[in-house]
């Protein structure tokens, strides 16, 4: 697949069961029209997709309907997925391998769950060489304190030389 970008979108465990804790994910809707656009704007630029997809024994077993991705979710054929059973979607995956062969050296991330495998995905792709971007208003989680934790993460991230944009403002060009 040819990239002419040589950025690659990340949208990390977009995943049905994550929608349905007792705490709903802080800003759903919102989160999904962000990502939805992302994913139409690399479209557009010929940038790859990757939908990263967490596997685990508790509620994200894979192959079963929690595990899915969200509906509102659709890939496309040229689509890359991924499985991981680490945070880091770079631990334990093919994920450096892939981008280096398409020629990536920038990720925009996205996706669940701010304090987990979003900002370990972040910090995977920094050690690893990676210009890293990532959308402050698509990542989100279910936590009681989810918007004071999105904003403690974009900032402690800022400190880590990620960068942060809103998704509006992303370009794939």
Request: glycine fraction near 6%.
């Amino acid at each position: 697949m040819e990239n002419p970008t040589h950025t690659a979108l990340l949208v990390i465990d977009v995943q049905k069961s994550l929608f349905e804790k007792s705490h709903p994910v802080h800003n759903s809707d919102q989160l999904l029209d962000n990502i939805i656009d992302l994913v139409a704007k690399a479209h557009a630029a010929g940038g790859p997709v990757f939908y990263i997809q967490h596997c685990d024994q508790r509620d994200l077993a894979r192959d079963t309907a929690g595990w899915q991705l969200h509906p509102r979710l659709q890939p496309l054929e040229q689509d890359i997925h991924l499985f991981k059973e680490k945070s880091n979607s770079f631990e334990g995956t093919d994920l450096d391998e892939k981008l280096k062969s398409l020629g990536v050296t920038s990720v925009v991330v996205t996706g669940l769950v701010t304090h987990g495998c979003v900002k370990n995905g972040c910090l995977g792709a920094k050690e690893l060489g990676y210009k890293v971007t990532l959308a402050e208003d698509a990542h989100s989680n279910f936590s009681a304190k989810a918007g004071q934790m999105i904003e403690e993460w974009n900032e402690k991230l800022r400190l880590e030389k990620i960068e942060l944009k809103p998704a509006a403002e992303i370009s794939f060009n």
